[in-house]
Every structure is written in C-alpha cells, then in structure tokens.
Nanobody
Framework: QVRLVESGGGLVQAGGSLRLSCAAS????????MGWFRQRPGKEREFVAT????????FHSYSVKGRFTISRDYAKNSVYLQMNSLKPEDTAAYYC??????????????WGQGTQVTVSS
C-alpha cells in the first residue's frame, strides 16, 4: 500500500506563498501519477494539479494556473505544490493523491491525510 505524508500547510496572508510537500512510500514512485486536491468545509473535493509519471506533463486547474506549480523529486519520492500569490479562496485542506496501476485491481487511488492552508485577507 502506498502511504502519502503531507506537510507545509499553515497560515499566510493574502499574496503570500507556501510550498506543500508530499512524501510517498514505495520503490516504484516513477510509476505513480501524482496530484493535489483541495477541499473546503461543506464542499466537494476539488482538483488542483497533476503531474505525469515522468514529470514531463503537468496540468493545473484554471483557478490556480499561473500561481501554483506542481513538481516531483524522484530522489526524495516527493511531490510538491508551490503556491504563490495566495488568495483567501485558496483556503482549504490540501490532499496529496497518487494513482497507479496494479494487478489484479487495476488503477488504484491513494490519498494523504491532508494539510490545512489558511489564507487571511
């Protein structure tokens, strides 16, 4: 089973920056599609960003595009979310996500425990 451990959340002022980190277990990290989601109280979980297995392709939601950047470090088995120009509406619990293909289950999703990001106005 893949375990995802997140860190880096906190309280920042609008316009500030944070970098979230997600450390993944396993020795096949290069086979994991990785991503970040966020969730505000009473709302559904929202896609933020994803990065391909090789790190070549990334995709960010329109709401964060140009402000957030997802990246991965294979030596550290980690994924990052650099968040700049933070807005109050970015306030949410942020979750690391991994998707990998295994047999016999096929595609399988794993989630971190979440890290809280709060942006004050």
């Amino acid at each position: 089973q893949v375990r995802l451990v997140e860190s880096g959340g906190g309280l920042v002022q609008a316009g500030g920056s944070l970098r979230l980190s997600c450390a993944a277990s396993g020795n096949t990290f290069r086979t994991y599609n990785m991503g970040w989601f966020r969730q505000r109280p009473g709302k559904e979980r929202e896609f933020v960003a994803t990065i391909s297995r090789g790190g070549t392709n990334t995709f960010h939601s329109y709401s964060v595009k140009g402000r957030f950047t997802i990246s991965r470090d294979y030596a550290k088995n980690s994924v990052y979310l650099q968040m700049n120009s933070l807005k109050p509406e970015d306030t949410a619990a942020y979750y690391c996500h991994a998707r990998l293909f295994t047999l016999p289950t096929g595609w399988r999703d794993y989630w971190g425990q979440g890290t809280q990001v709060t942006v004050s106005s």
